[in-house]
Each structure stands twice: as structure tokens, then as C-alpha cells.
């Protein structure tokens, strides 16, 4: 564990990054309400929830005083991949998917 070499590109070795990839899965599968197992949401709304980013929720639930962010809100912004983007120029949440056809509303 600690005294291992980082893998190339992370910043633990083998036996720690086995470990979190497990825990990380053993969360996903472990939590019957996971959003992307069978049963939580049609195939329409799934694909409109992974549409979202992380920086799109940031912006969104502050409110205003983030105005702009890095679209991959967990990865440094640089020119070329991952610019820095107003807040309004990043993808919302389509909620048509969650609408009744059927319905008058």
C-alpha cells in the first residue's frame, strides 16, 4: 500500500487502487436505489441524466455564484479539452423524458 510506486498517471500504487476500484464498485452494486440499475428510470431518462455533468449541478445549485466552470468539473480546465464555460453554455437536465404524453400539462 504505502510504500508501493504510483501507478503511471495516479497517485496510489496497485494494491490501493484495487482497493478503491472494490469499494467503489461494491458501492454501485450495493445500493439497490443506483440510478442505473433496472428499474429506476426508462432507457429515455437514463440517457438524458448521463447527458448531465457535474459542473452543469454546481452551477445549478449555486445559485449565481458560480457563473463559470470546467464542463468535466473534476479535472483541471485547460484551453484545448476542458475550457472554462458559462454556467448557461453547459447542458441542463432534460426533463421531457419524465413527462406523461398523455397528459394535458
Known amino acids: 500500500g504505502l510504500s508501493e510506486q504510483c501507478e503511471r498517471g ?3 500504487g496497485p ?3 484495487c482497493l ?8 454501485k452494486y450495493g ?7 433496472e428499474g429506476q428510470f426508462s432507457p429515455a431518462q437514463l440517457d438524458a441524466i448521463r447527458e ?10 449555486t445559485k449565481g455564484l458560480i457563473t463559470k466552470m ?3 468539473a473534476f479535472v483541471l480546465p485547460d484551453d ?8 448557461e453554455d453547459l447542458p441542463e437536465l432534460d426533463l421531457s423524458p419524465w413527462f406523461d404524453k398523455n397528459s394535458e400539462y
Not at 478503491?20 to 458501492?27: G, K, M
Not at 445500493?31 to 440499475?37: A, I, V
Request: net charge positive.
Open 52 to 61: 448531465v455533468k457535474m459542473s452543469s449541478l454546481i452551477c445549478l445549485l
Open 31 to 37: 445500493d439497490r436505489f443506483f440510478y442505473e440499475h
Open 10 to 12: 495516479a497517485l496510489v
Open 80 to 87: 484545448k479539452k476542458n475550457g472554462i464555460k458559462y454556467c
Open 70 to 72: 470546467q464542463p468535466w
Open 20 to 27: 478503491i476500484s472494490l469499494q467503489f464498485a461494491n458501492f
Open 15 to 17: 494494491t490501493f487502487s
